[in-house]
């Protein structure tokens, strides 16, 4: 597997450069708590021993190399479609709905991380809640 050499970031997207030289990236969206993090934070990480994983100790955040592997963009899956059709909904109040973290909504909604039919349907009941409230008010 390749090592990771360093990262940086741009207002909208994290890229990484391995050893080898190879240079990926993903749309800063997908990782919530780095977007709204300062530079400071931001520049605040340790790459493992392995060279295969990037640690935030502030911000409590994780990343493996493999999530810049997986070069999907959104609308490319359900949960993104949801979300682009409804450009109004608020990711974060829809992760709370369903008690999850919102880098983990992101991570679906960017094709990180692929949700259980399980998942996807808690997301749906979830929608069709706030429908009924607004329906209701």
Do not use: C
Not at 50 to 68: A, N, P, Q, Y
Request: aromatic share 10%; proline share 4%.
């Amino acid at each position: 597997m390749e090592k990771i050499k360093t990262i940086w970031f741009d207002a909208d997207r994290i890229y990484m450069k391995t050893q080898e030289g190879k240079v990926y990236s993903r749309p800063l969206e997908a990782y919530p708590d780095l977007k709204d993090a300062s530079p400071e934070q931001r520049s605040d990480y340790v790459i493992g021993d392995d060279g295969e994983d990037i640690r935030w100790e502030s911000l409590d955040v994780d990343m493996h190399i493999s999530s810049f592997y997986e070069v999907s963009e959104p609308k490319d899956n359900e949960i993104a479609r949801m979300f682009a059709h409804y450009p109004w909904l608020n990711m974060s109040e829809v992760a709370r709905a369903i008690n999850i973290n919102k880098s983990l909504m992101a991570r679906y909604i960017y094709g990180i991380s692929k949700p259980s039919e399980k998942r996807v349907q808690q997301i749906r009941e979830a929608l069709h809640q706030f429908g009924k409230e607004l329906l209701s008010a």
